[in-house]
Each structure stands twice: as C-alpha cells, then as structure tokens.
Nanobody, 114 residues
Framework: VQLQASGGGLVQPGGSLRLSCAAS????????MGWHRQAPGKERERVAT???????NYADSAKGRFTISRDGAKNTVYLQMNSLKPEDTAVYYC?????????WGQGTLVTVSS
C-alpha cells in the first residue's frame, strides 16, 4: 500500500487550501482514512478521519473550518481547509487504517503566513 499526498503550500491567514491523498495497492473494503499534522516542536496530532462508510470525525481545532471527504472509487481522501490560521502551519500527513496495518503518506507542508 502506498499513499501519495499533495496540495500543500503557502497561504495567507484566512485563505483556503485543499489537500489530496491517493491510496494504491491492496485496500481493504473497510478502512479509515485521515489527516494528521505535526507542527515544529510539537507531537503529531489527528486532524480529521473518515471511514469507508463516510462517517467523519474532527479534532476540535478543525471543526467548522475543515472538511474531510473521500472518493471511494479513486481511494482518495481530501481535506478542504478554510479560514486558515498561522497555528495551522504544519506538515500534514495522510493515513490509512487498513484494518491489518497503518500506512502513512510522505507529508505535505502547509504554511499559513502573511
């Protein structure tokens, strides 16, 4: 299983970005995909997850601003991030809980700065 993330970049406070992560390989029909992030000097934290059935879960910091979605046919998960704040600056990692094991993407840097 491989995960390929994209969509990071530099954005001004209040701006938006959309992250994508495509999974390939033997994907279990029942799985959970999600986004985590790690800011400089901090531990990695969960941002949002979505099950193969479409159930979503968000960290408090993401509620109301971020939306996670997925395209099952493409095994791709998205993270639409709006109203971005400087404290959202981090490397964002996608994750696949494939029931038999966890897989991580390579990370994509999001920088929120004026």
């Amino acid at each position: 299983v491989q995960l390929q993330a994209s969509g990071g970049g530099l954005v001004q406070p209040g701006g938006s970005l959309r992250l994508s992560c495509a999974a390939s390989g033997r994907i279990n029909r029942f799985n959970i995909m999600g986004w985590h992030r790690q800011a400089p000097g901090k531990e990695r934290e969960r941002v949002a997850t979505i099950t193969s059935g479409g159930t979503t879960n968000y960290a408090d910091s993401a509620k109301g601003r971020f939306t996670i979605s997925r395209d099952g046919a493409k095994n791709t998960v998205y993270l639409q991030m709006n109203s971005l704040k400087p404290e959202d600056t981090a490397v964002y990692y996608c994750r696949l809980d494939n029931m038999d094991d966890d897989y991580w993407g390579q990370g994509t840097l999001v920088t929120v700065s004026s």
